[in-house]
């Protein structure tokens, strides 16, 4: 395991039904984030906790809420979704914000029916 | 223009090759650049990390980073079929203000 540790692994959900990702890292960093993998995309950057304070929200829709209980958890909350947001979901902590090497999980893959 | 320019490949080479892989990028405020290896079915792992202009090596892996340029390239020496993997390039600026901006990956496959 790499230290972060991503819950389902694989997920099929209806456009109605309300789900959640789970995130679990077990390194003692302070920085966790939410990343979107599409194909032929680069990572797009979704959520940002750092000490459990949400620092940037990169634009996304409302029907994804994350919620960060403590520094070594994360979540992301999903409902009423749409099919092209179809994709492996990302979780990553970081001792610093941005300045220090990202550890990913193994994500989540989310298909929307 | 994109921020982070990196071609997709497919890169298909022989066992033993030096591969050379490579982005560009237009901020010229970016000054942590990294490489991450994400293989089929897997999260992306760091693989190489520098900090501002120069090299480093690491085993068969040599990160160049020319800022003048924009410029950041990965060499693999005595490719591997194990080095078959997507590898994606990132850099940020630092600090609360930056977050990993990354490549779109390339495709690399080795063949034995």
């Known amino acids: 395991e790499t230290g972060v540790t991503q819950t389902p692994r694989h997920l099929v959900m209806g456009m109605t039904n309300k789900k959640s990702l789970k995130c679990e890292q077990h390194l003692g960093h302070n920085a966790m984030y939410w990343y979107k993998q599409s194909a032929k995309k680069p990572l797009e950057l979704m959520f940002v906790y750092n000490f459990k304070e949400q620092t940037e929200n990169n634009s996304v829709p409302s029907r994804f809420s994350p919620e960060c209980p403590n520094s070594s958890h994360l979540f992301l909350h999903l409902h009423t979704l749409q099919p092209e947001d179809s994709a492996l979901y990302l979780c990553?902590?970081?001792?610093?914000?941005?300045?220090?090497?990202?550890?990913f999980g193994s994500g989540t893959r989310l298909t929307v029916v | 223009q994109k921020e982070v320019e990196q071609d997709p490949g497919p890169l298909s080479v022989p066992e033993g090759a030096i591969v050379s892989l490579n982005c560009t990028y237009s901020n010229s405020a970016f000054q942590y650049f990294m490489w991450y290896r994400q293989y089929s079915r897997k999260g992306p792992e760091l693989l190489m990390y520098t900090y501002s202009s120069g090299n480093k090596e690491d085993g068969r892996f040599t990160a160049q980073v020319d800022k003048s340029s924009k410029y950041i390239s990965l060499f693999i020496r005595d490719s591997q079929p194990s080095d078959s993997a997507t590898y994606l390039c990132?850099?940020?600026?630092?600090?609360?203000?930056?977050?990993?901006?990354f490549g779109k990956g390339t495709k690399l496959s080795v063949k034995p």
């Open positions: 990132a850099m940020s600026e630092g600090g609360s203000q930056g977050n990993l901006i």
């Open positions: 990553a902590s970081s001792q610093v914000q941005g300045a220090s090497g990202y550890t």
